[in-house]
């Protein structure tokens, strides 16, 4: 039995559907779907649907595409009633959300503690930036650059005042499960679709898009929460890279160009438990 990841499936994308249709089933075991698999509701029901029949068990938790609110959706759910919606829809289909109880792992020989995967939805609060930009200046400091993130227009926080505003109350909500977490004696797997941390999140192409990446509330998250692993997609840069003993795993798939030519979707499915073939990769 194994957990695998992925994130970033992205399914508006035909060639990105095809790759989807291609996966090989693997009974038994576990898959996390990391956030970004598409900005509409039949992108959700698509995926969860075919990989509800690969997997016995699917987790999910949103990207920032999957909160969008297109033009051609007027009057349909924003924000955080269009999370809930998704929600809805998942747990529909039996699929784990960070709304739910965070399941148990089936222990390895040897484990010290249980370990509980803790599907989680932080979203980001322009606190990545370098230590000279406030927040409140990190948008233009991007724009300084040339850089815009799409979610300024289409990611809506309502009913929070703002983005930042929404971060911290999920970061609040998610804290105070974690703690009980440990409290009882569990590791975790930590699962978001936006890094945990700022030294994980490179960026050589658009080094400014950082603002839109995460928050620092995180940073020392995987140490107080005794993570096994991290898993984060966003980036669409995936790699393993390991801080304070912990691996953190950015397991895009990532648009076409980001993969074709390069890597299948079988290729890109990142094994998380137990540690095998990724371990210091």
Same mark, same amino acid.
């Given at each position: ?61 949103? @990207? ?27 747990? +529909?289909? @039996?699929?784990?959300?960070?709304? =739910? ?6 222990? +390895?020989?040897? =484990? ?49 005042? +703002? *983005? ?43 080094? *400014? ?19 096994? %692993? ?9 790699? %393993? ?21 390069? *890597?299948?979707?079988?290729? +890109? ?13």
């Amino acid at each position: 039995m194994k957990l695998w990841a992925i994130s970033d499936l992205h399914l508006g994308h035909e060639a990105n559907r095809e790759a989807l249709a291609r996966l090989a089933p693997r009974r038994g075991d576990w898959l996390i779907l990391a956030g970004d698999v598409g900005e509409r509701e039949e992108h959700l029901e698509l995926a969860l649907d075919l990989l509800g029949r690969r997997f016995d068990r699917l987790l999910w938790v949103p @990207g920032n595409h999957c909160l969008w609110s297109l033009p051609s959706e007027r009057g349909q759910p924003v924000g955080e009633a269009k999370y809930l919606r998704l929600v809805e829809i998942c747990r +529909s289909r @039996g699929v784990l959300t960070p709304e =739910d109880p965070y399941p148990v792992w089936p222990p +390895s020989v040897g =484990d010290e503690r249980p370990v509980r995967i803790a599907p989680l939805f932080l979203l980001y609060d322009y606190t990545f930036g370098p230590d000279s930009v406030p927040p409140e200046r990190a948008v233009r400091w991007a724009m300084e650059a040339d850089i815009l993130c799409a979610d300024e227009a289409l990611l809506k926080p309502d009913p929070y005042p +703002s *983005r930042a505003a929404w971060c911290a109350e999920r970061c609040r909500i998610s804290e105070e499960r974690l703690a009980t977490v440990v409290a009882d004696g569990h590791d975790t797997v930590l699962v978001n679709h936006w890094p945990l941390r700022r030294d994980v999140t490179e960026l050589p192409a658009v080094p *400014r898009f950082v603002v839109w990446c995460g928050t620092r509330r995180t940073t020392d998250w995987h140490r107080r929460f005794r993570a096994r %692993t991290v898993v984060h997609g966003h980036l669409h840069i995936p790699r %393993t890279q390991v801080v304070d003993g912990v691996p953190f795993e950015e397991v895009s798939f990532g648009y076409p160009r980001n993969w074709q030519n390069r *890597r299948t979707l079988e290729q +890109s499915l990142r094994e998380i438990l137990p540690r095998g073939v990724n371990e210091g990769a």
